[in-house]
């Protein structure tokens, strides 16, 4: 719907509902609901036709808002770290649009965000882009400035190429890949994004559509999904989560125990992997047991011990005195 939203606000309404009979059938589909590529392949081909600008989705994301303040009132605001975020924005784009996929990895000293059209026609090419632009402007938001440069899948004419140069806010290189990508220097990915979180239940809408675009849903994935937050609420607790999924308790159960687990060791796995994580920047101990979700400290001080075989101090310590070395 992001692209729909996009054209509505850079185009007069009256060309859009011109151009196509779609229009007013994608607007009334709900925020959550993934519109049908061959619906929005033929809404941007004819507005491509009509007015004649190949890089009329580039600009229309151009009017989006990419704003901090505006991006910190949605999932991305649940992001520990900005490498999290990165994660998020992977995990979660697929719930309302199916014709990019992201995936996250690494090459070098560089992350690597790629972005591959479903489709192979010229209109889900130029959505592509439009959507590398758009993500290129909200890293920048998150305060990733370490973008290297972005690469598209493709080498349009000399005029082309430097409008879209233009237009981007990094470097734009041309005939890359067979999809599209945007390198990211990996310097300040793990320093917190320093956001106050957003709800869990922001995070609990996304992982209920995942699952119901998904045949075979992950569920040890939803709960890992949503623990952290449950966790800096002090409410780590099966019957809220099953809720939050919109499951029975024993459906939850039965599922993460089909997928070889069980909720207090989803629990425990997620303890362990957040306290790292906050031992390591900085925070003191009786902030990390809060964010833990326990009650009184000496509960997380026995549970890193059995985790670490050492002490929250001294695991910090070491890891630090590692780092020094390895710099």
């Not at 790629?114 to 890293?139: K, N």
């Not at 990390?288 to 101090?313: H, I």
Request: charge should be positive; include cysteine.
């Amino acid at each position: 719907m992001t692209t729909v939203k996009a054209l509505k606000l850079a185009l007069p309404s009256a060309l859009m509902e011109s151009v196509s009979g779609q229009v007013t059938h994608l607007q009334r589909q709900s925020a959550y609901q993934r519109i049908a590529l061959t619906e929005m392949d033929e809404l941007v081909t004819d507005l491509l036709h009509a007015v004649g600008d190949p890089l009329l989705l580039v600009r229309a994301y151009a009017g989006l808002n990419y704003q901090a303040g505006f991006l910190r009132k949605t999932y991305l605001a649940s992001a520990f770290t900005r490498r999290d975020a990165l994660v998020l924005l992977c995990r979660y784009f697929k719930v309302n649009n199916e014709g990019v996929a992201l995936a996250l990895g690494g090459e070098g000293d560089a992350c690597v965000l790629s972005v591959a059209a479903a489709g192979r026609s010229a209109a889900a090419c130029l959505q592509r882009d439009a959507i590398v632009y758009g993500l290129t402007r909200t890293l920048l938001s998150l305060g990733i400035k370490e973008i290297q440069h972005v690469s598209l899948a493709y080498t349009p004419d000399a005029q082309v190429q430097q409008d879209y140069r233009t237009l981007f806010p990094v470097k734009v290189l041309f005939d890359g890949p067979g999809q599209a990508q945007i390198h990211i220097g990996q310097g300040s990915l793990d320093l917190p994004l320093g956001w106050p979180s957003c709800s869990v239940e922001q995070i609990a809408r996304r992982e209920r559509h995942l699952m119901r675009l998904n045949p075979e849903p992950e569920w040890c994935d939803s709960v890992m999904a949503l623990l952290p937050l449950l966790c800096r609420q002090g409410d780590v607790d099966i019957d809220q989560c099953a809720a939050l999924l919109a499951v029975s308790r024993r459906t939850l159960q039965r599922n993460v125990q089909r997928e070889g687990a069980a909720f207090r060791g989803l629990i425990e796995r997620a303890r362990k992997q957040q306290a790292q994580r906050y031992l390591l920047q900085g925070y003191s101990l009786d902030a990390v047991a809060a964010l833990l979700g326990y009650r009184q400290s000496a509960q997380f001080y026995r549970a890193f011990r059995q985790w670490f075989g050492c002490s929250p101090t001294h695991y910090r310590s070491a890891q630090l005195s590692q780092s020094a070395i390895n710099s």
